[in-house]
């Protein structure tokens, strides 16, 4: 079964940059269609950005235009470049694979914090 393993995450301030990269073993990805996800303290899961295998996305209105998320199908990874970091965007990221629906692994942790 695929697995996948986040990093990336840390402590950094407000307006700050991290990229998250997610990694694939066990399966490929290459033909299905990842997402990255948060969930912040207290707060559900939620999707933030998604990468068709062709290329197309799709981004949550909060953090368009802050974030980007590339995928390298021939190296099975995922990552998210995040700017402007704001106190609000503190929490756990995952990657997934959004169809068919895919399985959770540990995740990163994104601190945003003076």
């Known amino acids: 079964q695929l697995q996948l393993v986040e990093s990336g995450g840390g402590l950094v301030q407000p307006g700050g940059s991290l990229r998250l990269s997610c990694a694939a073993s066990?399966?490929?990805?290459?033909?299905?269609?990842m997402g990255w996800y948060r969930q912040r303290p207290g707060g559900q899961r939620e999707l933030v950005a998604v990468?068709?295998?062709?290329?197309?996305?799709n981004y949550a209105d909060d953090v368009k235009g802050r974030f980007t998320i590339s995928r390298d199908n021939a190296k099975n990874t995922v990552d998210l470049q995040m700017n402007g970091l704001e106190p609000e965007d503190t929490a756990v990221y995952y990657c997934?694979?959004?169809?068919?629906?895919?399985?959770w692994g540990q995740g990163t942790q994104v601190t945003v914090s003076s």
């Open positions: 997934r694979v959004v169809e068919p629906n895919g399985s």
């Open positions: 990468m068709t295998s062709g290329g197309m996305t």
């Open positions: 066990g399966s490929s990805f290459s033909a299905s269609p």
